[in-house]
């Protein structure tokens, strides 16, 4: 199989991720729940988990990073459970994944609260001015939540200006992490993010159902789901203070220790060496694209401002029927269709075609990978 899928999920983990999951499965018990010696080695190693999410977003209190289920559970909690009232306001980006843009949906339905999606193009993919005249005209803003890079397109969001105008403005900045964490290097406080949402099975290299939430301290996040926490027992109120409040019920410590071994060997790899070893390959893949007949690629090729994710559709071929193609003829797994983003797809006009085909590099894609990939739509397309 030539995997081409790592936007998805990255595959296959480093072997240490995998080791790590089954011992920790096996040797160790959630912290908080008993006495156990198995108890404390989880939470001292748990702790470790949490500086080293820090780390990589240059978070300076471990303390405020929360485990979750994933970065939808984290950008739920981060919207749902942000205190907004009727006619209050919140600003997204155009090209939003639904785990961003159901829950901002949702608030609208539910309480009345607007939203604003703020202008793509394909050379702009967040127009800044526009963004900061929507700040000025609405006073009732309260939330911005933008991603940090497009799923459908590996467009990359200035989310450096957009969290200085953020602050500028006094509005809080939430940001969707999803396709970066481990791809581009990102500072909470260089960047003004209040809250950012981190997946762990994608570019950090750990397993399903698990990611993180950072809230900067001050921010007035309510708790999102109720329950015990283990400690602190006796109370009948859960308080909103971070990681207790944000991590009811019985965590996933396997997969939190997992994802750690995870953030380890990209550490240990080192970012610059990841990134440039895929926009080598993004380069390359992009490259044999623009060469293939009937073709086309949605969003900008500069590969300055784009992650290892790139989209086409060949003229003639329903982006589904393709993806299905170049997996049963030639091995090639890849995602076609509207991948979670429909606002992406009606950004760029392929929301009446099904979406597109989409190819993602992870570190472990291989130039045959990318080949492989050239070589069948060149033959599909002869
Ligand atoms: C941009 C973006 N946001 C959010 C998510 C959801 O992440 P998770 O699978 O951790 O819930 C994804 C996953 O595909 C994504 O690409």
Redesign the pocket.
């Known amino acids: 199989m030539h995997y081409l899928d790592n936007?998805?999920?990255s595959w296959p983990k480093p072997e240490a991720v995998y080791t790590k999951m089954d011992s920790a499965f096996r040797h160790l018990f959630s912290p908080k729940r008993g006495t156990a010696k198995a108890a404390r080695l989880g939470a001292s190693q748990l702790d470790e988990a949490r500086g080293l999410v820090a780390s990589i977003l240059k978070v300076k209190n471990p303390q405020r990073i929360c485990f979750m289920?994933?970065?939808?559970?984290a950008?739920n909690a981060a919207i749902l459970a942000f205190p907004l009232a009727e006619g209050d306001a919140i600003v997204m980006s155009a090209i939003?994944?639904h785990?961003?843009s159901r829950p901002i949906r949702k608030v609208s339905r539910d309480k009345g609260v607007r939203f604003h999606v703020v202008p793509y193009t394909d050379t702009n993919p967040f127009d800044l001015s526009a963004f900061e005249a929507l700040l000025k005209s609405d006073p009732k803003i309260r939330l911005v939540a933008t991603?940090h890079?497009?799923?459908v397109l590996g467009s990359v969001l200035p989310i450096g200006e957009i969290g200085a105008l953020c602050k500028k403005y006094g509005k809080t900045y939430l940001v969707?992490a999803?396709?970066t964490a481990g791809v581009l290097p990102i500072d909470v406080d260089a960047f003004n993010i209040d809250m950012i949402?981190i997946?762990?099975?994608?570019s950090l290299y750990g397993p399903?159902g698990v990611?993180a939430l950072f809230i900067r301290e001050g921010v007035p996040l309510q708790t999102f789901m109720e329950g015990g926490t283990g400690g602190d027992s006796g109370r009948h109120e859960l308080p909103p203070t971070t990681p207790d409040g944000f991590e009811v019920g019985t965590i996933p410590l396997p997969q939190i220790l997992a994802l750690a071994e995870g953030i380890r060997w990209v550490k240990s790899t080192g970012l610059d060496a990841i990134h440039d070893a895929e926009m080598r390959l993004l380069a390359r893949l992009l490259d044999g694209l623009k060469s293939i007949q009937k073709l086309t690629i949605y969003g900008h090729t500069n590969l300055q401002l784009k992650t290892p994710v790139v989209s086409f559709n060949v003229a003639g071929h329903a982006p589904k029927a393709l993806g299905e193609q170049l997996f049963d003829e030639f091995g090639i797994a890849l995602r076609a269709g509207f991948?979670?983003?429909p606002m992406a797809h009606e950004a760029v006009g392929s929301a009446p075609l099904g979406g597109t085909v989409r190819a993602s590099i992870g570190f472990t894609t291989k130039d045959e990978d990318v080949d492989a990939l050239l070589a069948a739509l060149t033959k599909i397309t002869r």
């Open positions: 936007a998805a999920t289920g994933g970065a939808t559970h950008l939003e994944h785990a961003v991603t890079a497009s799923n969707d999803a396709q949402a997946p762990g099975h994608k399903p990611g991948h979670c983003a």
